[in-house]
């Protein structure tokens, strides 16, 4: 089926392992939004098609097996609109290495992208110091999102936060990243 839409956004999901980035794919998948699964070459998308003021088709990238695409990842990361880092709130190492994926995207990513912090596993006992992540997010200017993605029924929150923090619906353009070919470097469409 064609589905029409007025804009394409790119978004990458970064985190620890286990923090739940394959289940908010998953989760995503079985919710009444239209979704499509491709597989491209190996790599994994998550196609949602979401409708705020305009028709928005969200291709979310579960980044589990970057390794093996290294050339692939780079590429595509500085084609990115907006980057989700997730953290499970009970599990302290994953909110620790926050600051690690911050420092990853703005390496590896396109600069323009904003960064949105997801805390995850909310049906679980809390164990971090949200008092600290807010003031992190805060001084980062990072928007702070806090969810369970197994328990909540309702993606909207997250889904409208993503669409007020485009660079495009902020400056009312898309920036285009620069960038450099490289070797066994691939363009994802
Ligand atoms: P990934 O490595 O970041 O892709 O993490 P997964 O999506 O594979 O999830 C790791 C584990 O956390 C799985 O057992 C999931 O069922 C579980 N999980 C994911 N989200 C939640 C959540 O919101 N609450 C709870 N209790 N478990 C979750
Ligand atoms: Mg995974």
């Given at each position: 089926m064609d589905i029409m839409y007025d804009e394409t956004v790119k978004i990458i999901l970064?985190?620890?392992?286990?923090?739940?980035?394959?289940?908010?794919?998953?989760?995503l998948k079985k919710k009444e939004f239209n979704y499509n699964y491709h597989s491209t070459i190996g790599v994994d998308f998550h196609t949602i098609y979401y409708k705020k003021n305009k028709k928005y088709r969200i291709q979310v990238w579960d980044t589990a097996g970057q390794e093996k695409f290294r050339s692939l990842v780079s590429c595509y990361?500085?084609?990115?609109?907006?980057?989700?880092?997730?953290?499970?709130?009970?599990?302290?190492?994953?909110?620790?290495?926050i600051i690690y994926w911050r420092e990853f995207?703005?390496?590896?990513?396109?600069?323009?992208?904003?960064?949105?912090?997801l805390?995850?596993?909310?049906?679980?006992?809390?164990?971090?110091?949200?008092?600290k992540i807010r003031n992190y997010a805060d001084m980062q200017k990072m928007p702070l999102h806090i969810m369970s993605v197994k328990t909540n029924k309702n993606f909207d929150d997250l889904l409208n936060l993503i669409i007020d923090n485009l660079p495009?619906?902020?400056?009312?353009?898309?920036?285009?990243?620069?960038?450099?070919?490289q070797k066994g470097c691939c363009v994802i469409q």
């Amino acid at each position: 089926m064609d589905i029409m839409y007025d804009e394409t956004v790119k978004i990458i999901l970064l985190g620890n392992v286990s923090v739940g980035k394959t289940t908010f794919c998953n989760v995503l998948k079985k919710k009444e939004f239209n979704y499509n699964y491709h597989s491209t070459i190996g790599v994994d998308f998550h196609t949602i098609y979401y409708k705020k003021n305009k028709k928005y088709r969200i291709q979310v990238w579960d980044t589990a097996g970057q390794e093996k695409f290294r050339s692939l990842v780079s590429c595509y990361f500085k084609k990115t609109d907006l980057i989700i880092i997730m953290f499970d709130i009970n599990d302290i190492q994953s909110y620790n290495d926050i600051i690690y994926w911050r420092e990853f995207a703005n390496i590896h990513a396109n600069p323009h992208s904003p960064i949105i912090l997801l805390g995850n596993k909310t049906d679980l006992v809390e164990r971090a110091d949200m008092e600290k992540i807010r003031n992190y997010a805060d001084m980062q200017k990072m928007p702070l999102h806090i969810m369970s993605v197994k328990t909540n029924k309702n993606f909207d929150d997250l889904l409208n936060l993503i669409i007020d923090n485009l660079p495009f619906n902020i400056m009312g353009k898309k920036e285009e990243p620069v960038i450099t070919p490289q070797k066994g470097c691939c363009v994802i469409q």
